[in-house]
């Protein structure tokens, strides 16, 4: 069974920084590629970064040079370090293990999700 889980979330002031983590297992983590999906509140969901099995990362604009995802593969990990956080980053953060199909990646499994709230 895939397992996904999320820590790290929390309250934060403007400017300060987390780093949230994902335990994953139940699946051959070092073959897959790992995402970072945000849901700001009454929002839709917004896809953040994507590690891919040799490790080369994408994000998207908005975080770009605040966000690093990075990953441990002898731990089945993936990590999101988040600096510089301003409100508008406050969101449930989620992990997911990504399938590879013609669309490109697409997370096939998703973990529950931990909270980041951003506020002075």
């Known amino acids: 069974e895939v397992q996904l889980v999320e820590s790290g979330g929390g309250l934060v002031k403007p400017g300060g920084s987390l780093r949230l983590s994902c335990a994953a297992s139940?699946?051959?983590?070092?073959?897959?590629?790992m995402s970072w999906v945000r849901q700001a509140p009454g929002k839709g969901l917004e896809w953040v970064s994507v590690i891919n099995s040799g490790g080369a990362t994408t994000y998207v604009d908005s975080v770009k040079g605040r966000f690093t995802i990075s990953r441990d593969n002898a731990k089945n990990m993936v990590y999101l370090q988040i600096n510089g956080l301003k409100p508008e980053d406050t969101a449930v953060y989620y992990c997911?293990?990504?399938?590879?199909?013609?669309?490109?990646?697409?997370?096939?499994?998703w973990g529950k999700g931990t909270l980041v709230t951003v506020q002075s």
């Open positions: 139940g699946f051959t983590f070092s073959t897959s590629a």
């Open positions: 997911t293990k990504n399938a590879y199909n013609s669309f490109g990646y697409v997370p096939d499994y």
